[in-house]
């Protein structure tokens, strides 16, 4: 398919009742005719929302614009902004600041260094599919896999005992909350109490690793240097709390979806139980399918002029990953469940452009790792409670969904 020039025949209005009723299917209806869709915000503001694949890969590589704006809603929202500032290393970053620390974050997860933890993520796998298998099959899927792995593995790059996995997966479910603005004040409350419990720990494992140092992530950190500058603790703190919520939050949901949607196609997973190689392509379908973070808000810091698009700074827009994942212009059938789709890796769902997911070549691996352990096991996964949804806008898959897997 053509991935070349935006599609779409212009902009249109979103219908506000349709969106509230079901905003993915209106998003879906809006995105069949345009490559972008006027909106508002909670407060009123217009709020385009851009819909096309090659539209939202081009506004997510424009430095005219900055995902910033999480950490001022978080502070508008009633968290206080040092719990806001913990929450978004990367995202409150722009231009050369940006570059620079993410550039350091970077060199900690190349292909090679992450490929030297797919061992470990294996043998999780292996221990936690083999617990369900030794129950019959019969489990509560995220709370006895999808939860448990990512900071497990987690644990392993930043030196951790195994046994810190449960507390980290309860700080990850935690702070989530604050990525949905806006919060209620149960929510912040919860939010600032993880993130002072996290603050804590990490300064205790900063000030061990000082004294002792290791060869994990956290070492690393406190030798790295940004602009000939060692990073303040607090820099090292924001970077950990940060890897606790996309190392283990994100994963988990992604995890959850990916087994609700292999058991909607079973014979996809007995392919990949005859032939592994097919996994990293699997995972790739499965987020271009299912994507758990349906998209990304943008604040303009820069005049700027898109197609028939025009914001001034402090305006915003939303990138929706819903839509450009399901682009006819880019991929042919969209809505088939492809496990061999030759493109799906150019799926928008880990974002594109400067800030890209850091964290996506350990996320890919885990997914790969878990499944590789499942299709091994077990045969297609059944839901004997009946479908479960693929949820509608934020970040969305199941908190809890009862699974039966047939031994093989």
Partial sequence: MDEGAGTGRGIVDLDLDR????????????AAGAWCTHAIDATGAPLPIVLSHADVRDVMRDRRL?????????????????????LTPLFRRHGEEHRAFRGLLAAAFTPRSIERIRP????????????????????????????????EVFAALFGLPASDRDRLADWGNAVIAAFSTPLTAEEITMVEAACAEMREW???????????????????LTEAEVGGERLSDDDIVDVITGFVFAGSETTRRQLTALVVLFAEHPAEWDRLAADHSLIPGAVEEVMRLRP???????????PFEHRELA???????VASFLTANLDDATYDEPDRFWIERPNADTHVTFGWGPHFCVGAPLARLELQEAVR?????FGPPVLPDGPVGPGDLGIVAPAAVSVSFPLR
Avoid: H, W
Avoid at 127 to 135: C, D
Avoid at 207 to 216: I, L, M
């Fill in 19 to 30: 969106y509230l009723t079901d905003g993915a299917a209106e998003l879906r209806r809006s």
């Fill in 66 to 86: 900055s995902p910033r704006s999480f950490t001022a809603d978080m502070v508008a929202s009633g968290l206080s902004e040092r719990a806001a500032r913990q």
């Fill in 120 to 151: 470990v993520a294996a043998t999780i796998a292996e221990r936690l599919t083999g617990e369900i298998a030794a129950r019959g099959g019969q489990c509560e899927l995220v709370a006895d896999l999808c939860a448990p792995m990512p900071p």
């Fill in 202 to 220: 990490s300064l205790g494992l900063i000030s061990e690793r000082r004294a002792e140092p290791a060869d994990d992530l956290v070492t690393r």
């Fill in 292 to 302: 758990i973070v349906p998209g990304m808000t943008r604040e303009v810091v820069e």
């Fill in 311 to 317: 914001l001034k700074p402090g305006g915003r827009l």
């Fill in 373 to 377: 352990a499942l299709v091994t096991r």
